[in-house]
T-cell receptor
Framework: SQQGEEDPQALSIQEGENATMNCSYK?????LQWYRQNSGRGLVHLIL?????REKHSGRLRVTLDTSKKSSSLLITASRAADTASYFC???????????FGKGTMLLVSP | DGGITQSPKYLFRKEGQNVTLSCEQN?????MYWYRQDPGQGLRLIYY???????QKGDIAEGYSVSREKKESFPLTVTSAQKNPTAFYLC??????????FGPGTRLLVL
């Protein structure tokens, strides 16, 4: 079953602009994670935010979590062409690390 | 060079044939996972194993089988019972950090 749903499905921006992706989920969670996937490759972990955290930063990434609305957002600041990829949110409702992934947001950053 | 490897990169299956996808990790992780990814979709969990000699079904286990005889290895067999096997298969491992490390994937095509 699909727990997380990302929005928008696709996003096209210019280099230097910020990119914001949103994720909504259905059940209570232990943590929420964001992953990145370049075309035809495996996923790479970006950032994990726990249910008792509201905001987290890692380099140009900023993640927020609103458990009352069951939603999260990923902000990539000053985007680069190399940020072009699909971005997935994943939730861990059980605490046993069986992640449930959304369908992803495809980000295209044009030079 | 630590990491998680999958082979082959591409695999062709004939009707009625069983095929096995390899997944090996040298990260000393206890947990390993198999996911299926269809075009434009998120990842769906096939099987997972949290310890050697033990594994559990995920959301879409029908038509697949696994074994976990060694900590480093978690092969996935796509049986003839899986009527729509064409997909991108991703293996991942997790070692207590709650984040998963992914292999590069195997693309399975039906002849």
């Amino acid at each position: 079953s699909q727990q997380g749903e990302e929005d928008p499905q696709a996003l096209s921006i210019q280099e230097g602009e910020n990119a914001t992706m949103n994720c909504s989920y259905k059940t209570s969670i232990n943590n929420l994670q964001w992953y990145r996937q370049n075309s035809g490759r495996g996923l790479v972990h970006l950032i994990l935010i726990r249910s008792n955290e509201r905001e987290k930063h890692s380099g140009r990434l900023r993640v927020t979590l609103d458990t009352s609305k069951k939603s999260s957002s990923l902000l990539i600041t000053a985007s680069r062409a190399a940020d072009t990829a699909s971005y997935f949110c994943a939730t861990d409702p059980s605490g046993y690390s069986t992640l449930t992934f959304g369908k992803g947001t495809m980000l295209l950053v044009s030079p | 060079d630590g990491g998680i490897t999958q082979s082959p990169k591409y695999l062709f299956r004939k009707e009625g044939q069983n095929v096995t996808l390899s997944c090996e990790q040298n990260l000393n992780h206890d947990a390993m996972y198999w996911y299926r990814q269809d075009p434009g979709q998120g990842l769906r969990l096939i099987y997972y194993s949290q310890i050697v000699n033990d594994f559990q079904k995920g959301d879409i286990a029908e038509g697949y089988s696994v074994s976990r005889e060694k900590k480093e290895s978690f092969p996935l067999t796509v049986t003839s019972a899986q009527k729509n096997p064409t997909a991108f298969y991703l293996c991942a491992s997790e070692g207590g950090s709650e984040t998963q490390y992914f292999g590069p994937g195997t693309r399975l095509l039906v002849l």
